[in-house]
Nanobody, 119 residues
Framework: QVQLVESGGGLVQAGGSLRLSCAAS????????MGWYRQAPGKQRELVAT???????TYADSVKGRFSISRGYGENTVVLQMNSLKPEDTAVYYC?????????????WGQGTQITVSS
């Protein structure tokens, strides 16, 4: 049983900063990838940033240079530092952790946290 706990959502003015954290608890294996996705009203869920077990980072073009993803306190924690926030960043942000190696594979999602950026 694995649970993802997200924190850091809230309201901020354009140009401000926020930090999102996600911690996975329970039976979580090493060698996983973690990341953040977001979904705005009326739009499909999209990748924001991910980090692999080897430290390789991927960012959406829309957030490059503004957001930074890193592992926090332990392998099963991921942090997303968001700077220079824009109104178009407004969305529900979801944490994701996955492992593709079988038989201990999984693909887990957090419940989502709201980020609202006002102009």
């Amino acid at each position: 049983q694995v649970q993802l706990v997200e924190s850091g959502g809230g309201l901020v003015q354009a140009g401000g900063s926020l930090r999102l954290s996600c911690a996975a608890s329970g039976w979580v294996f090493s060698g996983n990838s973690m990341g953040w996705y977001r979904q705005a009203p009326g739009k499909q869920r999209e990748l924001v940033a991910t980090i692999t077990s080897g430290g390789l980072k991927t960012y959406a073009d829309s957030v490059k240079g503004r957001f930074s993803i890193s592992r926090g306190y332990g392998e099963n924690t991921v942090v997303l530092q968001m700077n220079s926030l824009k109104p178009e960043d407004t969305a529900v942000y979801y944490c994701r952790v996955r492992r593709t190696a079988v038989p201990s594979s999984y693909d887990l999602w957090g419940q989502g946290t709201q980020i609202t950026v006002s102009s």
